[in-house]
């Protein structure tokens, strides 16, 4: 018994010990994630605004709208319909006509084997890019008028060769509210975001698919999607091709610049973070093993161990006090986030609900993959494992 009380104090330490680090990490990547400048001139190099579409009628009005809206010259805008079967070519016919000239729509060719969607479309439109900056964006995102002027200025200040921001994550529904942040929390907590900037070592690494601005030479220099063209989570992996060819990379808080709405209800969030998640990892078992009892140890664990204190009436250090604490760090980092990113707030408190669902997306992104016929998005399935 005393073996085991000893061990218990010793686990809670150690996971409030981890929990500190991680808001540590956060508030540190508060001073360290600054929002873009807005003081840049509204002409420079010509920049070449890339979109892949595919089964996007939903989205691709408002995002081309925005983009033809922008307070910046000289740019272009090329869409490439990925073998849409909605109303999405549709729609592109209409506004390349009342583009007067701004946008052209580029038809897909068919998927190679070997190529993830995404990258194929992207390297497709990179082809055909006249700009000395690139700039891909998702069809999913509406621009504010100041993006491109704000974003170009800034890897020009930098003198970065690659460019990326978190957008403002539009959240409407439960599902979304309570999920989606989740990827604020892996970006906050765990990575230290100056390292990004100032290291050349490719394990620290941030880049996000919804907006990345490249050097057009640079991205050659890599061979552009090309090098990733099996990555399902490519964004990463090209900051790690520009990192391993000695680029710089530097990242935005563009919250203000960019807004996104990358899921809209349970069915797609599962799908796409099941799609993600373990491809994130490197396809790593041991990874996503590692991933899964961190998740359980830290944040749903102290909730069991206070749950069942409460029950007993033992209010012991080791079985209320220290999860108690745990809980509380877990909150305030979720909540400093939350008002960071302009989330809701009383979702946040529901933070072990999230932390559940994400155990759950993991175990089924680890399935998909090793057991199951793949990840599938947009009606495609993928197992590139």
């Known amino acids: 018994m005393a073996f085991f009380i000893v061990a218990m104090l010793f686990y809670q330490i150690g996971v409030l010990l981890s929990l500190l680090v991680f808001l540590g990490i956060l508030l540190r990547n508060l001073i ?4 873009i400048p807005a003081h840049f001139p509204a002409q420079g190099a010509l920049v070449s605004v890339l979109v892949p579409a595919r089964n996007e009628a939903l989205n691709i009005e408002r995002c081309v709208r925005s983009l033809l809206r922008q307070e910046y010259a000289p740019f272009e805008i090329l869409v490439l319909d990925d073998g849409s079967t909605d109303a999405t070519p549709e729609l592109l016919r209409r506004l390349a006509i009342e583009s007067d000239g701004k946008m052209r729509v580029l038809q897909g060719e068919p998927l190679p084997d070997g190529w993830h969607g995404k ?8 082809r055909q890019a006249k700009g000395e900056l ?3 964006t998702d069809a999913d995102t509406m621009h504010e008028p100041d993006a491109l002027r704000r974003t170009v200025g800034a890897i020009e200040a930098s003198g970065a060769d690659m460019l990326s921001l978190m957008p403002h994550q539009e959240l409407d529904s ?19 975001l100056r390292l990004v900037r100032t290291s050349r070592r490719a394990a620290f690494c941030f880049a996000n698919g919804q907006f990345i601005l490249f050097r057009k030479e640079f991205y050659q220099r890599i061979n552009g999607h090309a090098a990733v063209r099996d990555a399902l989570v490519e964004d990463v992996w090209l900051c790690k091709k520009v990192k391993k ?13 960019v807004n996104c709405r990358m899921y809209r209800n349970f069915r ?14 490197g396809y790593s078992t041991p990874g996503i093993f590692m991933f899964i009892a961190m998740i359980a140890a830290v944040y749903i664990a102290p909730y069991l161990f206070l749950f069942h204190s409460t029950l007993e009436g033992e209010f012991t250090v080791s079985l209320f006090w220290l999860p108690l604490t745990q809980i509380m760090v877990a909150l305030l980092c979720r909540l ?5 990113f302009r989330q809701s707030l009383a979702v946040a408190l529901l933070h072990v609900f999230s932390q559940m669902v994400l155990l759950a997306i993991a175990c089924n992104s680890f399935y998909l993959i090793k057991f199951g016929k793949g990840a599938s998005w947009k009606g495609r399935n993928y197992n590139f494992s």
């Open 119 to 126: 990258s194929w479309a992207c390297y497709q439109l990179g």
């Open 336 to 340: 400093l986030i939350a008002s960071t």
């Open 134 to 136: 690139l700039l891909f």
């Open 32 to 35: 360290d994630f600054p929002g």
């Open 268 to 281: 797609e969030i599962w799908e796409g973070f099941s799609k993600n998640l373990f491809a994130a990892l």
């Open 174 to 192: 439960f599902w979304e509210k309570l999920v989606v942040p989740l990827v604020h929390v892996i970006l906050m907590c765990y990575l230290p």
């Open 245 to 257: 060819a000695g680029g710089k990379v530097v990242a935005f808080n563009g919250t203000d610049v």
